[in-house]
């Protein structure tokens, strides 16, 4: 069975400092790999993906995420955070070996970027 | 494109009641997915179709609930009766295929006294 894992409910960080958000992931074969961004009272926004290539992949609004095999895990990244930034995060994840589209959220990390 | 489209944005019933969510899933995509958002459970799938037809049923918490897509252009999820416990902000999502990304609506927010 495939599962994903959102360690931190919460994550401070101070305007312009680089902000982490962490995602690890279990799957039986390799996995597809996505990263969703909700605002208050909104539909979650796609942000990023992993399928494959490149482990460095670059998403919308300056976010990047690192696919790390060996220690399976999909951090989401930016250099310089934004009070905009402050949202509700979500990694996801599908076994690609599956015969079917069932894509597993986490749980969800809050960002809160201070001013 | 204007993106998936939901309806009503907001739906207050009284338990007993019948209740519909609609749904326009962005068009050419293949896969369209009912979820559920609450603050104890999170974000719940309750059911997905791929070419209107459905696949996977198994996150529908009971037979009260039921969804239908009788198109590649809207679908339907229905609870009846509606309780207290239904309360919760539903998603309709859609994507182009098996390995894209979902689109996400803007949610119906649940609310049944």
């Known amino acids: 069975a495939q599962s994903v894992a959102q360690p931190e409910d919460q994550v401070n960080v101070a305007e312009g400092n680089p902000l982490t958000v962490k995602c690890t992931y279990s799957?039986?074969?390799?996995?597809?790999l996505f990263w969703y961004v909700q605002y208050p009272n909104r539909g979650l926004q796609f942000l990023l993906k992993?399928?494959?290539?490149?482990?460095l992949v670059k998403g919308s609004y300056g976010f990047e995420a690192e696919f790390n095999k060996s220690q399976t895990s999909f951090h989401l990244k930016k250099p310089s955070a934004l009070v905009s930034d402050s949202a509700l995060y979500f990694c996801a994840v599908r076994d690609i070996a599956g015969g079917y589209q069932k894509v597993t959220f986490g749980t969800g990390t809050k960002l809160q970027v201070i001013p | 494109d204007a993106g998936v489209i939901q309806s009503p944005r907001h739906e207050v019933t009284e338990m007993g009641q019948e209740v519909t969510l609609r749904c326009k899933p962005i068009?050419?995509?293949?896969?369209l997915f009912w979820y559920r958002q609450t603050m104890m459970r999170g974000l719940e799938l309750l059911i997905y179709f791929n070419n209107n037809v459905p696949i996977d049923d198994s996150g529908m918490p009971e037979d009260r609930f039921s969804a239908k897509m009788p198109n590649a252009s809207f679908s339907t999820l229905k609870i009846q009766p509606s309780e207290p416990r239904d309360s919760a902000v539903y998603f309709c999502?859609?994507?182009?295929?098996?390995?894209?990304?979902?689109?996400f609506g803007p949610g119906t927010r649940l609310t049944v006294t």
């Open positions: 799957v039986s074969g390799n996995p597809y």
């Open positions: 068009s050419g995509h293949d896969y």
């Open positions: 992993y399928i494959t290539g490149d482990n």
């Open positions: 999502a859609s994507s182009l295929n098996s390995r894209g990304e979902q689109y």
